[in-house]
């Protein structure tokens, strides 16, 4: 324990991603834990906020799910004997917590909970043929009667030749419509910034600026921006009063946009910020080299 908060590794909470109507989603029960609350104090959060959490976010158990998918899953100590239907909270519903429970340690364990969905999604996208021969293998199985033993046996074997899942992405393209999944690179673009972020964008708005705010403390930023932007010298000041440093240039020289993360990863972002996930867009990382050229002609 620390602070008061269950300190768990990271297999302990990818144990706790279920697979349920489709979606990855963790319990009520298992999240609570996670954010140091009380089970009942951490519904009741949801409760107040509940306008915020449409049935894709947070849906309750069936009879059915419960007992054919969790009831064999679930230790009895942080189940805790209690036999109400749980509450599953899928990807955005772990994101909306953010804005739900408050404080510094509620948005970490948010973010790192966001980043484990997104490690498994990729984990079992890359191993879909894997997984489609285990089911086979257990389809087989049962028809035959064969020990369960064995069939587990035979899966370990199986799980032992997946890749393990590789963060370091070079490129991607979002769709139409991902302006979650679009915003969580980002997100995970900035969060690697131990000291500065500079970001060539003509169309920088106030909703940039919550992303940027996401950074580390101490890291600064600056900004190159079309003379047109909608931010004010107002904007600057309250972000800079709540986390500096920020420093916002003009230039009318750049068409595309770039982030640059502590003048060594250099980002090309085919989509303005601001409309990430709106319209199909690609990302990939630059040869660090241009970093200099870019900012000299800037």
């Not at 349920?20 to 963790?26: L, P, S, T, Y």
């Not at 673009?189 to 919550?210: C, H, N, T, W």
Request: charged content about 30%; some cysteine.
């Amino acid at each position: 324990m620390e602070n008061g908060i269950a300190i768990h590794n990271r297999e302990w909470i990818k144990d706790k991603i279920y697979t349920i109507r489709g979606e990855q989603v963790m319990l009520d029960f298992e999240l609570a834990e996670i954010y140091g609350y009380e089970t009942k104090r951490f519904n009741e959060q949801v409760k107040h906020n509940i306008e915020r959490f449409d049935e894709d976010f947070r849906f309750q158990l069936t009879d059915e799910e419960f007992n054919a998918i969790l009831r064999s899953k679930i230790s009895t100590s942080s189940w805790g004997g209690t036999r109400y239907k749980p509450y599953a909270f899928t990807e955005q519903g772990i994101y909306m917590l953010m804005t739900v429970l408050k404080g510094e340690l509620a948005v970490a364990q948010s973010k790192m909970l966001i980043r484990m969905f997104k490690e498994m999604k990729h984990f079992l996208q890359n191993n879909a043929n894997i997984f489609a021969e285990i089911n086979t293998i257990k389809q087989n199985l049962l028809e035959t009667n064969i020990h369960q033993k064995e069939a587990d046996k035979r899966i370990d074997e199986l799980f032992t030749l997946m890749d393990k899942y590789n963060v370091e992405e070079k490129q991607g393209i979002f769709f139409q419509g991902q302006i979650f999944d679009a915003y969580a690179k980002f997100e995970s673009f900035i969060a690697q910034a131990k000291k500065k972020i500079v970001l060539i964008d003509g169309y920088v708005d106030l909703s940039v600026l919550e992303r940027l705010s996401k950074k580390s403390s101490g890291v600064n930023v600056v900004i190159y921006t079309d003379p047109k932007t909608k931010l004010t010298a107002q904007d600057i000041q309250k972000f800079n009063a709540q986390y500096p440093t920020l420093t916002v240039n003009h230039t009318t020289k750049m068409h595309d946009r770039f982030l640059i993360v502590d003048g060594k990863t250099l980002y090309h972002i085919g989509a303005s910020l601001k409309d990430l996930g709106k319209k199909c867009f690609a990302f990939e990382v630059f040869d660090s080299a241009f970093i200099a050229d870019i900012l000299a002609k800037v």
